[in-house]
């Protein structure tokens, strides 16, 4: 089993800063890929950073030069700098990884999310 637990989340005014963090536990081989997506009320779930298995990473146009992804591969753990935080910002944090467990397994999970709400 693989388990993500996500911390950081909160409120902030606009044009603060915010910094979460995802941390992976569990019977793992290799994490490929680590992101970070967000769901706003009434909207489908959409892809805010990412690394991909080829080390790249991707973000989203609304959140270039604002966002920040990072890892820590000896922690398992990825991370997510936000900056210049705008009231559409505000939505519901997900972690995702996914990956190769032990026996060669392998698996994608998502964390149970965390709240960011930017207002003044």
């Known amino acids: 089993q693989v388990q993500l637990v996500e911390s950081g989340g909160g409120l902030v005014q606009p044009g603060g800063s915010l910094r979460l963090s995802c941390a992976v536990s569990g019977s793992i081989n290799t994490i490929n890929a680590m992101g970070w997506y967000r769901q706003a009320p009434g909207r489908q779930r959409e892809l805010v950073a990412a690394f991909s298995s080829a080390g790249t990473t991707n973000y989203a146009d609304s959140v270039k030069g604002r966002f920040t992804i990072s890892r820590d591969n000896a922690k398992n753990t990825v991370f997510l700098q936000m900056n210049s935080l705008k009231p559409e910002d505000t939505a519901v944090y997900y972690c995702?990884?996914?990956?190769?467990?032990?026996?060669?397994?392998?698996?994608?999970?998502w964390g149970q999310g965390t709240q960011v709400t930017v207002s003044s």
């Open positions: 995702n990884v996914g990956g190769v467990r032990r026996f060669g397994i392998p698996f994608n999970s």
